[in-house]
């Protein structure tokens, strides 16, 4: 860890103690970072703005002579239909379950494999791989394979037992929808999880072993608040990619059954219903539920950050 | 464990009862894992089992863990039964994604370089830019691109998505390769420096040796995510340009017996993601974590 953070620092303290460098010689330090923050603030910074504007019209694609200002009539329009409460309801409640059990999933396979055993590279490996599937298709692979009533491997499995035959997706779609990103996500938390643990302080842990603290103490009192940081960091970014997914809920449900989340409405309401002042007005609320989000994250990775660069 | 070992060195026989039973409860917890592991596996490696089965076995309940094996699914996916070729977006993903990684590595470099090496002036703020662009949804930007490539004739262009991949990636490349390049020991740069070294010489004798394996890692997990991407290239392509994750959109609604070859189409497209994920397995957590954990 000391040697990769060292350079911070130095960094860091040649860039203070550096002479007071003329215009000239301060704008070829920053001409290497130039085309990239440009490149970034163009295409990723204007899009916001012009869906910010968008979202003050009443336009629907369809009839585009009919086009006016509409103030902030988008916005109540969305936040009254039930449709689209039912959305952002079903975002959250996606969002929460998936991130919540795949990381305590997450959290019991990084302890598994925090300890020496045979053949713990394989299983490793074993449990990447649901992460490294096209998320379509792992989709499609839940939809299909495994929850298809007739001949999925779910009721395949339950017939050998003499089990009831459900149809998964009909019965419980959002669940259904919720297990496969679990799946998917869980060796993602795993992952965080198992690099923090690997951060401890072996020293600190032994000593604590020599003066008798119990297996279920050292995880309570000193794993877990380590780890806490860590747990943050795979909840927050894991919010992050889920909030915004749209891959599962496309491929598994269509959308139906109650299963549309924001992402999906937003690409419904002007897919397909080219409503375009309304999907930028759904849109811009998603953005405000992604930096509420998004500012708990920041100080989490920046904390980790400063953390790593004051270490050294 | 610890503790045993020093107790064992001690000599004290009578710990070999209390050594044996952790000695099973570790074993025990091994076997958890490697359960675990399978369970998680398990329904990939019935897709695999069921791609090289025939339409007719594969669609069976119970499930015919022993039928006979044959390439058919996989025929049937690169059309042999006069469905459409995925060739086209194959080639697609693989152009958009391998270009987008270019781009994204010849603008991340010198940026990184900028916020590492010889930082700019609150370089932590500019790192911190890039990862807030991150964090906004995609989703709330597309309407506008849509609508600007409607009005250019940029609709259904591979150009526009590599672009867009582009910047998608950018943040995460910038903030692990700022990472990486930051290790390169600056002690080094300038004792080259005062040999008498210049810029492209220290880059290329010095930063590179130590950088590349990061880089190379950068390059795998940009890769990835341009792969997967489905919901620009779903609006933003039809026929030309449509991507491989589009292309098995088109196995949503069922189409009679075709579990074979859903299980062939989706081992294929994600053959390059297993792949890349594997090489850069040791970096992924890095990647995924935008940097924050090493």
């Not at chain 1, 899009?47 to 006016?68: C, E, G, H, K, M």
């Amino acid at each position: 860890m000391t040697t990769t953070t060292a350079p911070h620092v130095s960094a860091a303290r040649r860039a203070r103690t550096a002479k007071p460098p003329g215009r000239l010689r301060a704008w070829a330090t920053r001409a290497p970072l130039l085309p990239a923050l440009v490149f970034m603030i163009v295409v990723t910074q204007l899009p916001f703005v012009a869906t910010l504007v968008i979202s003050l019209f009443d336009w629907n694609a369809l009839y585009p002579d009919a086009r006016r200002f509409a103030g902030l009539a988008n916005y109540g329009e969305v936040l009254t239909d039930p449709e689209l409460r039912n959305s952002v309801l079903t975002t959250v409640l996606l969002t929460v379950t998936v991130v919540l059990a795949s990381l305590v999933l997450g959290l019991g396979l990084a302890l598994l494999l925090d300890r020496k055993f045979r053949g713990r590279g394989l299983v490793r490996t074993l449990l990447i791989a649901p992460f490294l599937l096209v998320p379509v298709a792992a989709a499609l692979l839940w939809k299909h394979v495994l929850y298809n009533p007739e001949y999925g491997l779910f009721n395949g499995l339950l017939h050998l037992v003499g089990g009831p035959q459900p149809d998964w997706i009909s019965s419980t779609p959002l669940l259904a929808i919720e297990a496969s990103l679990v799946w998917q996500w869980t060796p993602f938390m795993m992952l965080i999880l198992l690099a923090g643990l690997q951060s401890r302080s072996h020293d600190v842990l032994e000593a604590a072993r020599m003066d008798g603290a119990s297996n279920w103490q050292i995880f309570r009192y000193m794993t877990l608040p380590h780890l806490r940081r860590y747990l943050e960091l795979g909840a927050l970014l894991g919010s992050i990619y889920i909030v915004q997914n749209f891959d599962a809920v496309f491929t598994i449900t269509q959308g139906g059954l109650g299963t549309a989340n924001l992402p999906y409405t937003v690409y419904q309401t002007f897919y397909a219903a080219h409503e375009n002042g309304l999907a930028s007005a759904a849109g811009v609320l998603v953005v405000i539920g992604s930096i509420v989000i998004a500012t708990f994250a920041l100080r989490v990775v920046s904390s980790l950050f400063r953390e790593e660069v004051s270490r050294a | 464990m610890s503790t045993l070992t020093v107790v064992r060195k001690g000599g004290v026989p009578n710990n070999s009862v209390r050594d044996n039973g952790v000695r099973s409860r570790g074993a025990a917890l091994g076997l958890l894992a490697w359960l675990a592991g399978i369970v998680f596996f398990l329904p990939i490696a019935w897709m695999a089992l069921t791609s090289f089965h025939s339409e007719e076995d594969a669609a069976t309940n119970p499930p015919s863990f022993a039928a006979a094996l044959t390439l058919d699914g996989y025929r049937d996916f690169f059309g042999a039964g006069g469905g459409a070729s995925p060739w086209p977006a194959l080639i697609n993903s693989a152009t958009a994604s391998v270009v987008s990684t270019l781009f994204v590595l010849l603008l991340a470099l010198p940026a990184a370089y900028a916020l590492s090496i010889r930082p700019v002036k609150k370089w932590t703020d500019v790192l911190f830019f890039f990862l807030s662009t991150k964090m906004l949804p995609a989703v709330a930007g597309l309407l506008p691109i849509y609508l600007f490539a409607k009005n250019t004739g940029l609709l259904d262009n591979i150009w526009l998505l590599i672009i867009l991949y582009t910047s998608m990636n950018l943040p995460i490349a910038v903030w692990m390769m700022q990472s990486f390049l930051a290790e390169v020991p600056v002690a080094i740069i300038e004792a080259a420096q005062i040999d008498g070294a210049r810029l492209p010489t220290v880059l290329a004798r010095v930063v590179a040796p130590v950088a590349v394996p990061g880089i190379a890692a950068t390059a795998l997990i940009c890769f990835i995510f341009s792969w997967n991407e489905l919901l620009f290239a779903r609006v933003l392509t039809g026929t030309v340009a449509q991507t491989a994750p589009v292309f098995l959109t088109g196995f949503i609604t069922s189409q009679g017996l075709f579990l074979a070859k859903v299980c062939a189409a989706s081992l294929v497209i994600s053959l390059p993601v297993l792949a890349a994920g594997f090489a850069a397995q040791d970096k992924l957590v890095q990647g995924l974590s935008l940097g924050a954990v090493k």
